[in-house]
Every structure is written in C-alpha cells, then in structure tokens.
C-alpha cells in the first residue's frame, strides 16, 4: 500500500513497521506494543477530534501541576490502578517477604536520621502510637544496620511538604535497625484522608463519581545490602476506606491492628498522660536476584 494511502485499518501495521529498525530490542518491543494497543484504544471507543483534544490537554494540565513537591502523573497511574499493576509485577514476593504496595506522591529523599525511640511526630497532636518493626530476610534471620524510612500524614492528613507552615520534617523519618534487626519509635495515630483533588486528576475522580480517600496508614521503605529495597504501607483494619482506596494500594497481609497502650506507662520513658497506641509487626526483605 502506498505511504500515502492508510486508512483506519491498515494504519496500525504501517506505524509498527516504522520502529522496526529500533535498537534496543526492549524498546522495539514496548513501543510496537505500545501502537498496537492505543491505535485499538481509539478504535473500541471510536475517539471523537474533541475528545482527543480533551486528553491532551488534561496530560498537559497534569504535567503543569507537577512540581518537586507533588507529582500528579503519579497520582494519575495510582487512580487508574497502573502503579499497583507494575508493582505486582515487579515484586512476586516469596514465603517470608512482606507485600509492597505504592509509594505515593509525597516520599522525600534521604529523611532526617534519629535515633532508636525517637518522637517523630514534631509536636502533632493525635493518639500517640509505639511502633517496634522487626525486619529480618524471608527465614527469620534478623538484618542488623538496615535503613528504615517511615512518613506518614498528620491528623488532618496533611503531609509536612504540603504545609507551608512547617519548617523541616514532621512525621517523617529514617531509622537504623539494631543488632537484633529491630526499629522502635513514637508517633501518631494516622487517619483516613483525601488524595490532592485541586487538579485534573480530583477533576477526573469527580466526573466519574469516585472519591478520592486512602484509608489510614504508615509509609515504609526498608533496604539492605543484598536485598530489594521493600516500598510498602501498613493499613489500620477498620478504617472505613479499606475496600475502596482511590489508589489501589491495600493488600490484607498489610493491615495491621493497634493495641491499647497500659494506662500510667508508656515505653522508652515517654510520659503519656491520656490514651495511646501501640504497633509491633514483622517485615522480610526478599533477597537480591
């Protein structure tokens, strides 16, 4: 068929053929992929020239939203399910490795360091919570001097980099394990609170009447030589949103319960004069291909 003679049908093929030639056999693979099945996107709903603008420029007001402090991109492939896709694909976990999950928009790099029983909270109000993580590799054996990056949301679920008025970290923090493997730190209770619904990916959930919450929960990311690094959450059972988190993210091995802390003791000498929380859970690493 001539160059200058595609139709809707014989198009596909045409635009294939043109990355024939592409060097890596990975990229071939994925862009030839890639035009098979968008060219057939376009096809099943047969797109409108106006609703193809409409996409465009909802990917060009995502890209205007993203900024170093919030990546709406990211929160677009959770919503549609896409992040937790690639996850599971990427981390087939063996017997002993805890499930991983997303990292969400708001991890920030290399966190200030503190030391075993550190307060993490900077002040917050909330239910203070005790968390003791043990992270060992899939046998048991316990891994000593693993980095631990804890961040979660304040009681209004807020993260720090989305307040203008705290200066530093709050509820964010990385840890080193002990001899035994072990983490212990305080912080708060987290709670239940919406994605950022202010751009074009809350317009998205609002147009198709979904909500757009994540149940209650505590980001995690722990490595160690010779390891994977683990991405993962730990949900509070009960929470109201656990069947229908805008992102996808629960997995039931992940959500956790809290247990009542003895009133008039709390540990690591913290003085706790109402109601508090505590949390011991287990974490494997799965070891390095």
Known sequence: MSTRDFDEASITAAVVARFDDTPSPRLKQIMQSLVKHAHDFVRDVELTQDEW????????????????????????????GISMLVDAINHRMPEGATETTVLGPFYVQNPPEFPQNADISGGESGTPLYVTAEVTDPSGKPLANAWMDVWQSDEDGFYDVQRDDVDGSNLRARFRTDENGRVSFWTIVPKFYPIPADGPVGDMLAATKRHPY?????????????????????FVDGDPYLDSDAVFGVKQSLVVKFDDGEPGTAPAGKAVNGPWKSLTHHFGLKPQA
């Not at 995690?220 to 959450?233: A, N, Q, R, W």
């Open 53 to 80: 603008l409409t996409a465009i420029q909802f990917l060009t007001r995502t890209g205007h939203m993203s900024d170093d402090k919030r990546q709406e991109f990211i929160l677009l492939s959770d919503t549609l």
């Open 214 to 234: 994540r149940p209650a929960h505590i980001h995690f990311m722990i490595g160690s030589p010779g390891f994977e690094t683990l991405v993962t959450h730990l």
